[in-house]
Structure formats: C-alpha cells, structure tokens
C-alpha cells in the first residue's frame, strides 16, 4: 500500500547510484542534494555558477563528511553547454540512476536564451527535454532508472501557444510564460512515459511540485516575495515530492507527486492529479515534435 506520511526516511541507502540534479546551488535542488547524499549517492550537481555549486557542496560536505558530491557547469539557456555537461557524463559515468529535472527561473523579465529561446520556456522545458534526451542511452544502460520532471501548481493556468511559443507575437506575460513552461514540464514527462512504456530497458518517468515553499526562485516577484514567510512551507518539506518521484521503489511510470494539504500547497508527499490540459496527448506530441525541432535533438 502507498505509504501516506512518506519521509526522507523512507528512501533506501543509494550506495553505487550515480544522481544528477540541475539547478542544485539552492532551495530545492540543494535540499535533495543534501538527502541523496546522505544515502550514499554520488551527486552531481549540474550548476550555471560552478563557484557558487562548490560553496554549496562544502557547506553540505561539513554536515555530511562522507558524501560523494561533484560540480560540473551547465547552463540550460545554452545547447551547447547542455551538450558539453552530456558528454563528460556519457564520458566518465558508466551508470546514471536518477536524473533529476530540477533547475528553473520564475517570472522574470522577458529575455533570450544563447538559442533565441524564450527564457522560462528554454530553461525549464528546452534545456531539460535536450538533457534528458542525450543522457538517455545511459539511463536505457542503468537497470531501474529514473527522470523526475519538476513541474509547479503554476501548471493549472498553462496554456502553450504553438504559434508563438517564443512570445514574438503577443506582449510578454511573465507569469503566463512560467505557467506555460511548468505545463510544458508535464507534457514531457508523460508523453516520454508513454513513448517508454513498451521498452524493457527504459527509465521509470516520473514528475513532482513542491505546493508552495519558499524558496529564492520568487525573487523576481514582489508579491510572493512578500507571502513566502506567510504562506511557505520549509524547503525540507517542499523537497519531499521530488525525494519521492525519485526515490521511492512503488512509484510508476506518469505518477505525479505533489503536497497532501489544501489545494496542493503544503503537506506530506502524495500521488496528486494534474489538470486535465496536461493529459491532452494531441498538445503533449506537438510539443514534443516543437521541442525536437527546436533543439535539433532526438531521442
């Protein structure tokens, strides 16, 4: 039976598991850093600040002595750099257990990315769907594999335009464009659970939100800047899904994990539903076939 009041706890001992998270310096990603570490993985903290990844890696290092912890650049505005971090992997890892999807901006001012990629969508979703896609003949390699995509309550207001998916066109909404990317998220992980689905070898496809925790990635936003310390759940607890969809031997293939409280916000890790646009499998494979298109890769 699926466990209700699932902790860190819960996880097994990851001795011999190689894990990557992105975006791992803060919140989120260095919470799960931290645990994973702890549990005797081999984390790979892939960073855009390297410097400040090693910072990081020390402070967790002082609590967690044995941990087995390395920095390697990526910046997931950039193909290049997403290429580059794949091929030191593909190079000196001969496993990968657990990829975490984790990295992400939020609400911030409209920009590019290196590829002339809208930023939330060509961070959160682009740079991910291109990492993913070049690490996956290793994950195929790794019996018992897992991606997490990490997606945000922000999803329900989502709604992609395929015509203008770099906001050419349309003044620029930078909180419809998070929305957007957090969809975005969703349709990846389900639709590539349902590519995997017949192949023996393929990754367990997972997906996560943390409900609402407070975290540096409102930084861009003043009102939620100013309701972190209300209404934000500790980091500790926000990280529990994400733990969860990577780490915990019952989950399947399309489950999304999320907070058991009211609307999803704050609470213990559970299997939650999606809106029913994130099941839409006609958005799901045009974004899939927009994403290939876009970053020239394939799986």
């Known amino acids: 039976m699926t466990k209700l009041k699932w902790t860190s706890n819960d996880i097994a001992n990851q001795h011999n598991r190689v894990v990557i998270i992105t975006g791992a310096t803060s919140g989120l990603g260095k919470e799960a850093t931290k645990i994973l570490a702890e549990k005797n993985a081999t984390v790979i903290m892939a960073v855009r600040n390297t410097q400040k990844g090693e910072k990081v890696a020390g402070e967790i290092k002082k609590s967690v002595p044995e941990a087995k912890i390395e920095v390697r650049k990526l910046d997931l505005g950039s193909l290049s750099s997403v290429k580059s971090l794949s091929e030191q992997i ?3 890892y001969n496993r990968l257990d657990i990829l975490i999807n984790n990295a992400g901006v939020m609400m ?3 920009s590019k990315t290196e590829d002339g990629f809208e930023i939330q969508m060509g961070t959160n979703h682009l740079g991910h769907f291109a990492l993913t896609g070049l690490l996956m003949p290793l994950l195929k390699e790794t019996k018992g594999a897992r991606i997490v995509a990490t997606s945000s309550i922000a999803h329900r207001t989502g709604n992609i335009d395929f015509e203008d998916i770099n906001w050419g066109k349309r003044k ?3 909180t419809q464009a998070y929305a957007d990317s957090k969809l975005a998220n969703l349709y990846f992980a389900y639709e590539l659970a349902r590519k995997l689905k017949n192949d023996p070898n393929a990754p367990v496809v997972t997906a996560a939100h943390p409900g609402y925790t407070s ?3 409102q930084r861009h936003n003043l009102f939620w800047r100013i309701m972190n310390p209300i209404l ?3 980091i500790e607890q926000g990280t529990l899904p994400t733990l969860r969809a ?3 031997l019952e989950a399947k293939a399309g489950d999304f994990y999320g907070p ?5 916000m ?5 299997v939650v539903k999606s809106t029913k646009m994130a099941y839409n499998e006609v958005n799901a494979k045009r974004l899939w076939e927009v994403s290939e298109k876009m970053t020239g890769i394939q799986f």
């Open 215 to 217: 975290t540096d990635l």
């Open 108 to 110: 911030c001012p409209f």
């Open 172 to 174: 620029y909404n930078t």
């Open 246 to 248: 990577a780490a915990d």
């Open 232 to 234: 934000g759940q500790k």
């Open 266 to 270: 704050a609470g213990a890790p559970v």
């Open 260 to 264: 058991s409280g009211f609307l999803e």
């Open 90 to 92: 593909l190079a000196g």
